[in-house]
Each structure stands twice: as structure tokens, then as C-alpha cells.
């Protein structure tokens, strides 16, 4: 199978997994937001742990200890992954699964332009339309609505760089994201045994069920982010931003039908513009790919 083709099922996987995501959190909606966290780290972490050893990878995972700057560059994302997880929980459970599809579906844009920022890919005349009309949606929501979309370009920019710094780590997924959770589980396992003090913070006195779908976090928090790793490996930045359509989508859907969270037409608007730009995008992407073949 091509390298781009395995890329892309790993993309597809990812995203997929992602645009159901937010049912798993609104079901443990009661569990506070830095709390499901700290159970995606952990869990996630002990996860990871034991793929690596299945896999027999632990001297790559050595060779990254031994190596500072790729160590730094992985607290980094740590850092950013952390962050961009606690906002998506926080928006998803405090009814702002809309804004949260927002920046997701802001998201590929912003690739497109830290692609061409610092990995050299150039943009084409029809991409930079389709980032201007991106622009002009974000714009026309603030002065419209008198409201910056923080937790949108929050979300978008957070996973943008994530993805960026990821990809230019010559580290394979499953070693990153282990060192990565392994930066962030001493915090986690402080806040979560030692600090909080919630009706859900005590593991031993919860039921088995809440248990189990709080372990479950870090099965659906390794898996997606396994596979974006490894899609982002084999294919352009900009590719990979095709595929993060499927992800917000599916938020828009739920948040409209199952959740009905109230949308104005100024963010109509705004969601148009952008899906606009995400269409010319795509046309883009394919007519050029139809050239090069030919």
C-alpha cells in the first residue's frame, strides 16, 4: 500500500473518531472538565505504555530522553494538546459544541498557512481566496455579533501548531504521544488523587460503570491522535486539512439536531463563508492533483 494512501486512512480514521467524540463527553457531562482531562492523560499514558512494550519500541522512546531538543519540542505539544483538550471539553459540556465546530472547520485553513509559513508549500491563487473568505467570515461574526470566537480560533490555532511542530519532529506517533503524556501524567495524577475534590474525583467511590467510560478516555484520546500523527507523516499538512471536514461536521450535526443549541444568522453567515472557502479549497486541491497526474 502507497505511503499517501496509508495517510489517508489514518486521517480518515482520526476524524472520524473525533466528529463522534463529543456524544462520549456530553454523556460524562457532570464530570468537571479539568477532571475528564486528567483522566485522558492518564489512562492514555498507561495505554501508550503498554503499546510500546507489545511493539518492542521502548529504545526509540530511550533515544528521545537522550536527545534534549526533540524532548523540549515535545513538552511543547504537551503543552498544547493539554490545552486544546480541556477547551473542547469545557465548550463541548458548557454547550458550545457549534463554537467548537467552528474552529475545527477554521482549522485546515490555518494548516494551509503554517504550511506555507514554514514548510515551504506554496499557496495557489484559489487557496489564498479560499483563506481570505475564512477571514472575512471570522470578521464579520465579530463586528456583527460584537463577539470574538475565541474558543473557535483557540481550538484551531492550538491543534494547528500541534500538528506543525508534530510533523517536524522526526519522531514516530506512538513514541511522541507516550513522551507526551508521560510529560503531562505527574501533573494530572496530582490534580486527580490529590487536589480535586468533586462527587466524581474519588475512583473508589464511583460506580463501575462511570469508571469504566472514564477509562475509556484514554482509548478514544490514543487511538484518533495515533493516527493523526502518523497521517501527518505521509501526507502534505494541506491534505491532512481536507480530511478535519469530517470531524466538525459531524459536531455541527449533532450540536443542531440532538443538542439544539440556538444559531443566529449572523454565525450562518459565518459558517457559509467558511464552508465556502473549505469548497474552493478541495476543488482546488483536486483539479491541481488531476494536472500533475497527467
Known amino acids: 500500500m502507497k505511503s499517501s494512501t496509508q495517510g489517508m486512512l489514518y486521517a480518515l480514521t482520526a476524524f472520524l473518531i473525533w466528529g463522534v467524540a463529543p456524544l462520549y463527553f456530553k454523556h460524562i457531562g457532570f464530570v468537571p472538565a479539568e477532571e475528564i482531562v486528567t483522566h485522558r492523560i492518564i489512562w492514555s499514558c498507561l495505554f501508550l505504555i503498554g503499546l510500546v512494550w507489545w511493539s518492542k519500541t521502548g529504545r526509540e522512546v530511550l533515544a528521545v530522553f537522550r536527545t534534549p531538543r526533540y524532548l523540549l519540542l515535545l513538552t511543547l505539544t504537551a503543552l498544547?494538546?493539554?490545552?486544546?483538550?480541556?477547551?473542547?471539553?469545557?465548550?463541548?459540556?458548557?454547550?458550545?459544541?457549534?463554537?467548537?465546530?467552528?474552529?475545527?472547520?477554521?482549522?485546515?485553513?490555518?494548516?494551509?498557512?503554517?504550511?506555507?509559513?514554514?514548510?515551504?508549500?506554496?499557496?495557489?491563487?484559489?487557496?489564498?481566496?479560499?483563506?481570505?473568505l475564512a477571514v472575512i467570515g471570522v470578521v464579520l461574526q465579530i463586528v456583527m455579533l460584537g463577539t470574538f470566537p475565541w474558543i473557535a480560533l483557540t481550538l484551531a490555532g492550538s491543534f494547528a501548531v500541534y500538528g506543525l511542530i508534530r510533523k517536524k519532529i522526526a519522531v514516530d506517533s506512538l513514541t511522541g504521544l507516550l513522551i507526551e503524556t508521560l510529560v503531562l501524567t505527574p501533573v494530572a495524577a496530582w490534580y486527580l488523587f490529590i487536589h480535586a475534590n468533586s462527587a466524581t474525583s474519588q475512583l473508589s467511590q464511583n460506580p463501575l460503570s462511570l469508571n469504566l467510560w472514564l477509562f475509556a478516555a484514554g482509548i478514544i484520546t490514543t487511538v484518533p491522535l495515533l493516527c493523526f500523527t502518523a497521517g501527518a507523516k505521509r501526507l502534505r499538512l494541506s491534505t491532512i486539512g481536507f480530511f478535519q471536514y469530517l470531524g466538525p461536521s459531524l459536531m455541527f450535526i449533532f450540536a443542531i439536531t440532538l443538542y439544539h443549541e440556538p444559531i443566529v444568522w449572523q454565525k450562518w453567515l459565518t459558517f457559509a463563508l467558511i464552508w465556502s472557502a473549505l469548497v474552493i479549497f478541495s476543488w482546488d486541491a483536486v483539479r491541481h492533483n488531476r494536472k500533475t497526474e497527467h
Request: hydrophobic residues 60%.
Open 80 to 132: 498544547l494538546i493539554a490545552v486544546n483538550w480541556l477547551l473542547f471539553i469545557w465548550a463541548i459540556n458548557h454547550d458550545h459544541m457549534l463554537e467548537s465546530s467552528l474552529g475545527y472547520f477554521i482549522n485546515p485553513l490555518l494548516n494551509i498557512l503554517l504550511g506555507m509559513l514554514f514548510l515551504g508549500e506554496r499557496l495557489r491563487r484559489w487557496q489564498w481566496f479560499a483563506v481570505a
